[in-house]
């Protein structure tokens, strides 16, 4: 009688074998780049620059659609943590003219700090915008009240005016130097009053200055020192307007309507008005 020939013992040891070696090589496949040195774009200094100085930007440049210009792609969809998704999602990284407007505010000595980068609604965003804590003037520094994010070309042309124009002038005409720069806000997501037409302030790109304080205590207000005040006060706010109109494309103050009676709107643009 012929006994028939049985694979199946055979079968199961092929297959035990095959599964061993996988499970032995396993460990040795699971990572190609150990995760101790894998890159990565969320760290918890990745994306801060430190007040008063230019360090810290990320490594990879991103487009402000989120993509990455150089390294390995990222889903665009990726966000950063912590931050709340506005209408529409932004990039981490810096734009080179960021980069390079980040580092000229920091040489100038001014002290500031980077604002995400956010869409809060349709026309409405703080892309490459900076809160400034102070400004540097020839002697010393100086401070802005009441002010928000501020697009980081707006805020050098505002720190090169404070001290060249406001600062030197208060010292020049009152005597006195500047010590304080008193504001009514930049960014602020609304309409041009009565247009259907994003302000500038909707990205943060135009400043309203309300009044400036000097190191004798002295306060000069457009409001009531426009025309109201002494002859060097009326002189020092036409002298910093000026000023104001070499370094910005738009420039409102009381003269132009009623609802400029109390500031100077300085807005950075292309255009050149200055009224």
């Known amino acids: 009688m012929n006994r028939m020939f049985d694979p199946c013992p055979i079968a199961r040891a092929r297959r035990f074998a095959v ?39 990320p490594r990879a440049q991103r487009s ?18 912590g931050l709340s998704v506005g209408a529409a999602q932004p990039g981490y990284g810096l734009h080179p003219s960021d980069r390079a407007c980040f580092a000229d505010l920091n040489a100038s000595g001014a002290r500031f700090s980077r604002v995400p980068d956010r869409y809060a609604a349709p026309g409405c965003n703080t892309l490459g915008a900076v809160k400034l804590v102070s400004l540097n003037g020839d002697a010393s520094q100086f401070g802005v009240t009441n002010l928000g994010p501020v697009k980081c070309e707006a805020a050098k ?18 005597g006195s130097p500047l010590v304080r720069i008193e504001t009514m806000g930049s960014y602020a997501c609304r309409n041009i009053f009565g247009t259907s037409r994003r302000s500038a302030h909707a990205t943060g790109n135009a400043i309203d200055v309300s009044g400036f304080v000097l190191a004798d205590g002295r306060r000069i207000a457009l409001k009531r020192d426009w025309n109201g005040g002494t002859r060097a006060e009326r002189e020092f706010l036409r002298v910093v307007q000026r000023s104001a109109c070499k370094r910005f494309g738009t420039v409102l103050g009381p003269e132009y309507n009623a609802a400029h009676r109390d500031h100077f709107h300085l807005e950075r643009s292309e255009s050149s008005f200055c009224r």
């Open 157 to 174: 042309a505002f720190s090169g005016w404070a001290r060249f124009g406001v600062d030197r002038a208060a010292r020049q005409i009152l």
């Open 19 to 57: 599964l061993l070696i996988g499970a032995l090589a396993l460990p040795a496949c699971s990572s190609v780049v150990p995760a101790s040195t894998a890159p990565s774009d969320y760290g918890a200094n990745r994306d801060r620059i430190e007040i008063g100085t230019g360090r810290d930007y």
């Open 64 to 81: 402000r659609s989120g993509t990455t210009r150089s390294g390995s792609a990222r889903s665009a969809s990726s966000s950063r943590p």
